[in-house]
């Protein structure tokens, strides 16, 4: 069975950072490119940044570029998000997704606020 | 970016009956490939997303086959044959076919009468 484990999510200051993290297990970890995407509270999905197998490429939504970095390590089967300079409208339910947004974790709270 | 529109926003729905969401995409959604990458997720209250349909009109292992999903170029359709009560949320369609980024329509909250 497949399993998405996203950990991380808390309450954090304006300007802060995070760095959120993603467990998998019940595939081939390594042979997937992964994504994050999030959901503002109330609000639709927003993509936000994407990673090959390898972790050779990454992508990123506008909104984060500059601020948000996606990694991963293979030989954890995890995958990673770290966010720096975080802002009021990153405050989201951020969900770890793979196999072509096949897959799909339960999802982190992030809350960015004073 | 492609902006993708969906109709109507929300859809209150007869048990049994037939329901339809409407997905237009900004551009073309052909790939240069030849595929065309668009999906349907659906998202029950309280869950995470789940996958219905990718490249239009493909569905997902377990999904009932009561969904289906069809179009071409920058319109596409999913559509429900008969509504159950499970079927409740929100749906929402999505582009991978010119990333990054990809993006979602604005979601359809498909509620009971």
């Known amino acids: 069975e497949v399993q998405l484990l996203e950990s991380g999510g808390d309450l954090v200051q304006p300007g802060g950072s995070l760095r959120l993290s993603c467990a998998a297990s019940?595939?081939?970890?390594?042979?997937?490119?992964m994504s994050w995407v999030r959901q503002a509270p109330g609000k639709g999905l927003e993509w936000v940044s994407a990673i090959t197998s390898s972790g050779e490429s990454t992508y990123y939504a506008d909104s984060v570029k500059g601020r948000f970095t996606i990694s991963r390590d293979n030989s954890k089967n995890r995958l990673y998000l770290q966010m720096n300079s975080l802002r009021a409208e990153d405050t989201a339910v951020y969900y770890c997704a793979g196999g072509a947004e096949y897959w799909w974790g339960q999802g982190t709270l992030v809350t960015v606020s004073s | 970016d492609v902006v993708m529109t969906q109709s109507p926003l929300s859809l209150p729905v007869t048990l049994g009956q037939p329901a339809s969401i409407s997905c237009r995409s900004g551009q073309s959604l052909l790939h240069s490939d030849g595929n065309t990458y668009l999906s349907w997720f659906q998202q029950r209250p309280g869950q995470s997303p789940r996958r219905l349909i990718y490249k239009v009109s493909n569905r997902d292992s377990g999904v009932p086959d009561r969904f289906s999903g069809s179009g071409s170029g920058t319109d596409f359709t999913l559509k429900i044959s008969r509504v159950e009560a499970e079927d409740v949320g929100v749906y929402y369609c999505?582009?991978?076919?010119?990333?990054?980024?990809?993006?979602f329509g604005q979601g359809t909250k498909v509620d009971l009468k």
């Open positions: 019940g595939f081939t970890f390594s042979n997937n490119a």
């Open positions: 999505m582009q991978g076919s010119h990333w990054p980024p990809k993006t």
